[in-house]
């Protein structure tokens, strides 16, 4: 079987990829974004992993179905808090990332 | 398995990798939340090829749907000047090649525990098909939500009361006032809104012993609600009836719960007897309360008297 | 049978033509108006024929008209799409004054 292994390295890797967009973007909005595939990419791992025996393990796809939905919620609320910055504040950076323009 | 299979994956999973990559690279953030919605739909193609079509609709629905509208809301709303950010790639200084030294760290002993797993093992899915003559429904990935893992679904509807909540109290700007949707928008309203209330009534009710369940349903009932506001601009407001209609799953949820509590059973422990028809109520109520969290959560709260369209 | 199958296989086939030719007018034309008339024209036909293609391989009637609903829906979708997508480039054009 190397199907689920092909997809958890690729979950691996944007896990790694979004992690470190996350850390270095200055865009509020890139960092949601980055935030959400690093969300998929754990997801990846999990239910490439579910996929091994036969039939495949129904509780990781449960925690991932439940895990898009609280994506989804944290998703809305960072966007909300980014629209109130940017009308508030004019800028879509955090303060500390400002200086650089 | 055959190896036009084995280049399908393969090929996929470097999309999705490639695509990571570039809409974290792109400085149009307008062509990245685009391919962040192909990111979503192609995640869909792979978690079909993981034998997770329950998974495979939700993120068709959710991850990719109604995320990918939010974000693009947020885009016009932050308009031309807010949606650029610099190109990348970032000159390197040691915050960031230091990150970039622990996230590869991390990626490496990530890699090793997926290789280093044994092969047969199984994890959790023997319980699972052990208890699934007693969850009342033949769907795994449903019994596992509403019935194994009930009190874990439970709190995750709370958690989506708690964001409606907190977009409701940041979001008190003025609406910019969109333009009139025109009549082709009309058309395609009219004729899909009845189509996707009837897709998720048949989502919700197939949950039981096929893919599809209260979370899929509610997807695209909201996606439906979306298209319409999209096309004739409408104000959910917190008026108590919206706030009943949000809070009603989890009452219901609750109540059940309590219900089972007070005739002699455990919390959220469904008789196997009663299993079936308990878990269609839940998911029935749940439907339309994350239905309308998420339209909420796209149309937000709009200042009284402020930003009204015009006709 | 096999008479079937190669006739499924010679619509998918140039289904998927049509789909690659649609992909390329994505990438090489150089405005969005000229983009969208290779991605829909082409889309529905590419679509249109890998149906048809596929629903010579199906076991029953019903299935044949769960893809012809797919393909309906695809046809109405994209074209009502495709509209809107013009209608905000004009739009755009007339605020701006140039193409975006």
Not at chain 2, 76 to 105: F, I, K, T, Y
Not at chain 2, 125 to 134: D, F, L, N, T, Y
Not at chain 2, 228 to 236: E, M, Q, T, W
Request: proline fraction near 4%; hydrophobic fraction near 60%.
């Amino acid at each position: 079987m190397t199907t689920p292994i092909v997809y958890a390295s690729a979950g691996v890797a944007m896990l790694c990829i979004a992690l470190f967009g996350f850390l270095t973007a200055r865009h509020v909005l890139r960092r949601i974004l980055a935030l959400n595939i690093v969300g998929s990419g754990v997801f990846m791992m999990l239910v490439a992993l579910a996929a091994r025996p036969d039939p495949p393990d129904p509780i990781p796809h449960a925690l991932v179905m439940t895990g898009i939905v609280v994506g989804v919620c944290v998703t809305a609320l960072a966007l909300a808090l980014l629209r109130r910055m940017f009308a508030d504040e004019g800028s879509a950076r955090l303060p500390e990332d400002r200086e650089f323009g | 398995m055959t190896a036009d299979a084995a280049a399908l994956d393969i090929l996929l999973a470097v999309l999705l990798v490639f695509l990571v990559w570039r809409l974290l690279t792109l400085s149009d953030l307008f062509k990245a939340t685009i391919l962040f919605i192909v990111f979503g739909l192609l995640l869909s193609l792979a978690w079909v090829r993981l034998r997770a079509p329950d998974v495979a609709l939700a993120e068709a629905a959710i991850g990719s749907g109604v995320t990918g509208a939010l974000v693009l809301d947020a885009l016009r709303r932050l308009g031309a000047h807010g949606a650029v950010d610099e190109a990348r790639p970032l000159r390197l200084n040691l915050a960031r090649l230091s990150g970039g030294l622990l996230v590869a760290c991390l990626g490496a002993i990530l890699l090793w525990s997926v290789l280093s797993l044994p092969a047969g093992w199984r994890g959790l899915s023997a319980e699972a098909m052990a208890a699934m003559p007693h969850s009342g429904v033949t769907n795994p990935v449903t019994a596992s939500l509403l019935n194994f893992r009930s009190h874990d679904t439970l709190l995750e509807i709370a958690v989506l009361m708690l964001a409606v909540l907190g977009v409701w109290t940041l979001d008190a700007e003025p609406k910019p006032s969109a333009e009139p949707a025109g009549p082709i928008l009309d058309l395609l309203v009219r004729i899909l809104l009845p189509l996707m209330v009837v897709v998720a009534g048949y989502l919700l009710w197939a949950g039981g012993h096929a893919p599809g369940g209260a979370f899929q349903g509610a997807a695209v009932l909201a996606a439906g609600g979306i298209l319409l506001h999209l096309a004739r601009p409408f104000y959910l407001g917190n008026h108590v009836i919206i706030r009943l209609v949000i809070g009603f799953g989890f009452a219901v949820f609750l109540a059940i719960g309590v219900m089972l509590v007070v005739g002699g059973g455990r919390f959220l422990e469904f008789p196997s007897r009663h299993a079936g028809t308990l878990i269609l109520v839940v998911e029935a109520a749940a439907t339309i309360s994350i239905a309308l969290i998420l339209l909420a959560l796209f149309v937000g709260n709009v200042r009284e008297g402020a930003g009204r369209d015009a006709p | 049978m096999a008479v079937l199958d190669w006739l499924s296989m010679a619509l998918v086939g140039a289904g998927t033509l049509f789909f690659i030719a649609g992909s390329i007018g994505l990438l090489r034309l150089p405005d969005v108006m000229t983009r969208l008339h290779a991605l829909t024209k082409a889309d529905n036909v590419g679509l249109g024929l890998i149906v048809l293609g596929l629903s010579l391989q199906t076991s029953g009637p019903m299935e044949v008209v769960r893809l012809l609903l797919v393909w309906a829906l695809a046809l109405l979708t994209s074209s009502c799409a495709c509209y809107l997508v013009a209608h905000a480039t004009l739009q755009a054009r007339r605020e701006t004054g140039h193409d975006s």
